[in-house]
C-alpha cells in the first residue's frame, strides 16, 4: 500500500507537471517580425486548412488555450491574440490573476463569454478579422450544426481545431506543433514536446522497473463543486493519466465518453486504493481551495471534502 501510494503520488506530479506546461523555462525570441506567407496544415479534426502564417490575430475559442499560447511565447503572450473567450476567468481565477498581474493588458482584451464546448460569438470574430479562430474538438458539432466554419471561410476567417482535452496522449504534441507552426514557434512546440516526453518517460521508466499491480484509482473531477456524486473520467483524459501512472482508474469501466458521473454504490463497489480529487482555487461553494492561494494537502482535504460527502468518508487514502 505505501509503496502503491509513493509511486501514485509522484507520478501524479509528473503528470501535473506536463499537463501545466512551463512558460519561463522555453523562453527565447519572439516570432512576430516574420512575413506572413500562406501555409497549409491539417488540424486535429483531419481537415487541411491553408492560412496566413505567423499568425498574428488569434481567436482563442476556449481562454485556456492561452496556457499553451504563453508557453510559446512568454514574453508576451497577447501578442498573437485578438480576442478570447472567457472561461478561463471562472474556471481557473488563480491563474487568471497571476497572468493579470503580468500582463495587465490583458483586462482590456476584446472578449466573449460561453464554455469550451459552445458557439463561438461569431460576431466577435468578424470585428476583430482574427487570421485563425482555434476551437477544441468538443465545440465541433456545435460550430458545424450552426455553419459557423462555412460563415466564416465565405469572410476568409479560417478555423483549426485543437485537443487537449478528449484524447489528451494522442492529440496532445500535434495541438502543440500546430500552434509551434502558425505562430513561427517551431523551435519552442519541440521543446515542450521534449520536456513532456521526458516528463511521461520518467513515470513509464519507474513503473516498468517496480512492475507494481495496477491499484484501482477513482478521480473525482472539480470535487465538491457540485453536490451531485460523483463526477468523474472515462478511458480519457484524467482516466488515461491514471492507467499511465500505473493505476486503474475504476471510471474507465462505468462511463462510455471523456467525461460523466458514477454513483456513491458504484464507487464503493469499485473499492478503490486510492482517490485523486481534481479542483482548483475557485471562490465559495463546498469544493477544495487548490492552487496558488488554496489549501496545501492532505489533512485539509480530508476536513473540507471527505466530512461533507459520506459516501466517501470510509474508503479512503487520498493522493
Request: a neutral charge.
Amino acid at each position: 500500500m505505501t509503496e502503491h501510494r509513493s509511486l501514485l503520488r509522484a507520478a501524479v506530479t509528473a503528470i501535473f507537471l506536463i499537463a501545466w506546461l512551463p512558460t519561463a523555462a522555453f523562453a527565447d525570441k519572439p516570432g512576430l517580425t516574420q512575413t506572413q506567407a500562406p501555409l497549409t496544415l491539417t488540424d486535429i479534426a483531419g481537415r487541411k486548412v491553408t492560412l496566413n502564417a505567423p499568425v498574428k490575430r488569434m481567436l482563442l475559442g476556449e481562454g485556456r488555450q492561452l496556457y499553451l499560447v504563453a508557453s510559446l511565447e512568454p514574453e508576451d503572450p497577447l501578442a498573437h491574440v485578438a480576442a478570447w473567450r472567457t472561461d478561463l476567468i471562472a474556471a481557473d481565477p488563480a491563474t487568471y490573476a497571476q497572468y493579470l498581474k503580468a500582463f495587465p493588458e490583458l483586462a482590456k482584451l476584446p472578449a466573449f463569454k460561453g464554455q469550451e464546448d459552445s458557439l463561438i460569438d461569431i460576431e466577435s470574430a468578424i470585428i476583430q478579422k482574427p487570421d485563425v479562430v482555434l476551437l477544441n474538438l468538443e465545440a465541433m458539432q456545435a460550430n458545424k450544426d450552426a455553419n459557423y466554419i462555412e460563415k466564416l471561410a465565405a469572410l476568409n476567417i479560417p478555423v483549426l481545431y485543437i485537443d487537449f482535452r478528449h484524447r489528451p496522449l494522442e492529440n496532445t504534441e500535434p495541438t502543440i506543433r500546430l500552434l509551434g507552426k502558425i505562430m513561427g514557434r517551431e523551435a519552442r512546440a519541440e521543446e515542450i514536446i521534449a520536456f513532456r516526453r521526458q516528463a511521461m518517460a520518467a513515470v513509464a521508466n519507474v513503473l516498468a522497473a517496480k512492475q507494481p499491480k495496477r491499484p484501482n484509482v477513482f478521480v473525482e473531477r472539480i470535487g465538491g463543486y457540485s453536490q451531485d456524486c460523483c463526477l468523474s473520467f472515462g478511458a480519457e483524459n484524467f482516466g488515461k493519466y491514471v492507467e499511465l501512472a500505473g493505476g486503474h482508474n475504476i471510471g474507465s469501466d462505468i462511463i462510455p465518453s471523456t467525461f460523466g458521473q458514477v454513483s456513491p454504490e458504484q464507487v464503493i463497489v469499485a473499492d478503490p486504493v486510492h482517490v485523486v480529487v481534481t479542483s482548483a482555487d475557485w471562490h465559495g461553494g463546498r469544493h477544495l481551495h487548490l492552487g496558488r492561494h488554496g489549501h496545501t494537502l492532505h489533512h485539509d482535504i480530508q476536513c473540507s471534502l471527505c466530512t461533507s460527502r459520506s459516501h466517501l468518508r470510509n474508503l479512503l487514502s487520498i493522493a
